[in-house]
């Protein structure tokens, strides 16, 4: 998967840059109705799809912090229930307000990396659930290392070139320690990140950002950043157990989050 878009600020790593915008690379794909709650964050100026996001409630999108970081929301649209990144049979939401989590630091916070990145949009109507769109679960308890678990998105299939998928794609990977994923990309990485292993094959690329890692059908993490793409790297997302109450307080009492254990 490609995490979107030019958001991106860049982070230099001997040769390599930091993706923050990622998308599927590789991988295969995947049907709308076996991901629901999957949703693609577009720019409406230029009409293609840039980040992704979860719902998890009739009016709230759980994403990534720096794909609405000092971005004007009047033209970002969410559209869900559509297998396609460009589609005129998907339903767009527009904004009403983004709550971005109070210590996300962004990628530009010298030796600090990527911290806190996670946000929740609300939207300004309700989403009508249906088999092809409605809110998935999250995972009320921690991740544990060397299970595996599924990436998806419509981000870039092919680095570095700039071709998108228009098609949902996902792929499997497998949970790493924090620790063996420090080792391999040497980027501050802390307790509220979970890394997956490196793949020459697959992996998160520019616009996958936002986008949910998947366990058992739950969702345990955000796609953050990523050295581009599908390098052999681990790819590193925000770890959604720990910001359980930062969810919770962000959505309105009156939308019921469903939150499961393992």
Same mark, same amino acid.
């Given at each position: 998967?490609?995490?979107?878009?030019?958001?991106?600020?860049?982070?230099?790593?001997?040769?390599?840059?930091?993706?923050?915008?990622?998308?599927?690379?590789?991988?295969?794909?995947?049907?709308?109705?076996?991901?629901?709650?999957?949703?693609?964050?577009?720019?409406?100026?230029?009409?293609?799809?840039?980040?992704?996001?979860?719902?998890?409630?009739?009016?709230?999108?759980?994403?990534?912090?720096?794909?609405?970081?000092?971005?004007?929301?009047?033209?970002?649209?969410?559209?869900?229930?559509?297998?396609?990144?460009?589609?005129?049979?998907?339903?767009?939401?527009?904004?009403?307000?983004?709550?971005?989590?109070?210590?996300?630091?962004?990628?530009?916070?010298?030796?600090?990396?990527?911290?806190?990145?996670?946000?929740?949009?609300?939207?300004?109507?309700?989403?009508?659930?249906?088999?092809?769109?409605?809110?998935? %679960?999250?995972?009320?308890?921690?991740? *544990?290392?060397? +299970?595996?678990?599924?990436?998806? !998105?419509?981000? /870039? @299939? &092919?680095?570095?070139?700039?071709?998108?998928?228009?098609?949902?794609?996902?792929?499997?990977?497998?949970?790493?320690?924090?620790?063996?994923?420090?080792?391999?990309?040497?980027?501050?990485?802390?307790?509220?990140? %979970?890394?997956?292993?490196?793949?020459? *094959?697959?992996? +998160?690329?520019?616009?996958?950002? !936002?986008?949910? /890692? @998947? &366990?058992?059908?739950?969702?345990?993490?955000?796609?953050?950043?990523?050295?581009?793409?599908?390098?052999?790297?681990?790819?590193?997302?925000?770890?959604?157990?720990?910001?359980?109450?930062?969810?919770?307080?962000?959505?309105?009492?009156?939308?019921?989050?469903?939150?499961? +254990?393992?």
């Amino acid at each position: 998967m490609n995490f979107y878009v030019l958001l991106s600020l860049y982070f230099a790593l001997n040769t390599s840059i930091l993706c923050k915008r990622q998308k599927i690379i590789g991988g295969t794909v995947a049907d709308i109705k076996d991901f629901p709650f999957l949703s693609s964050l577009r720019n409406l100026t230029t009409n293609k799809h840039f980040c992704g996001g979860s719902i998890i409630t009739k009016r709230h999108i759980l994403t990534a912090a720096h794909c609405l970081f000092e971005k004007d929301y009047s033209i970002i649209r969410i559209y869900v229930g559509s297998n396609y990144s460009v589609s005129i049979y998907s339903e767009g939401y527009d904004i009403e307000s983004v709550r971005i989590h109070p210590h996300f630091t962004g990628y530009n916070s010298p030796g600090k990396g990527s911290r806190h990145d996670i946000a929740i949009i609300t939207l300004n109507k309700e989403i009508e659930f249906n088999v092809h769109q409605k809110n998935g %679960i999250i995972q009320a308890d921690d991740v *544990k290392v060397e +299970v595996n678990a599924e990436i998806l !998105g419509w981000g /870039l @299939i &092919i680095f570095p070139s700039k071709v998108y998928s228009m098609v949902l794609r996902k792929a499997s990977v497998k949970i790493i320690k924090n620790t063996k994923c420090l080792e391999k990309i040497h980027l501050p990485i802390y307790d509220e990140h %979970i890394c997956s292993d490196g793949n020459t *094959k697959f992996g +998160v690329c520019l616009a996958d950002s !936002g986008g949910p /890692l @998947i &366990i058992e059908d739950k969702i345990v993490g955000i796609a953050s950043f990523c050295i581009p793409c599908a390098r052999g790297f681990p790819d590193v997302f925000t770890r959604v157990y720990n910001y359980l109450n930062f969810i919770r307080t962000a959505v309105n009492a009156n939308y019921q989050l469903n939150i499961s +254990v393992a």
